[in-house]
Nanobody, 125 residues
Framework: QVQLVESGGGSVQPGESLRLSCEVSVDTGSRIAMGWFRQAPGKEREGVASINDWSVTEYADFVKGRFVISRDIAKRTLTLQMASLKPEDTAMYYC???????????????????WGQGTQVTVSS
């Protein structure tokens, strides 16, 4: 089983930065790939960034150059460093994990069976 708890959301102004964290609880020895997703009101959940167990990363085009995903295996923490935030980045952000396909990255929400509760990010002037 995998348990995920996000933190770090908040309200910022356009152009500012924010760092999201996700604490991961997983059975010892399990290999997982992880991702950050977001969902704005009235919109479908979309992939933001993904990282596999080898720390290979994948990003959605709309965050390339602005967001960085990373993981600390020892501390069992997934991080999303967000810079140059825009109002359209406003959404609930979720971290997710998958065991099947731990060697792959994916921005497709349906591939991830394990989800955190989400943390709100609001970008507004």
């Amino acid at each position: 089983q995998v348990q995920l708890v996000e933190s770090g959301g908040g309200s910022v102004q356009p152009g500012e930065s924010l760092r999201l964290s996700c604490e991961v609880s997983v059975d010892t020895g399990s290999r997982i790939a992880m991702g950050w997703f977001r969902q704005a009101p009235g919109k479908e959940r979309e992939g933001v960034a993904s990282i596999n167990d080898w720390s290979v990363t994948e990003y959605a085009d709309f965050v390339k150059g602005r967001f960085v995903i990373s993981r600390d295996i020892a501390k069992r923490t997934l991080t999303l460093q967000m810079a140059s935030l825009k109002p359209e980045d406003t959404a609930m952000y979720y971290c997710a994990a998958k065991v099947v396909g731990w060697w792959t990255t994916s921005l497709r929400p349906r591939e991830y069976p394990y989800w955190g509760q989400g943390t709100q990010v609001t970008v507004s002037s």
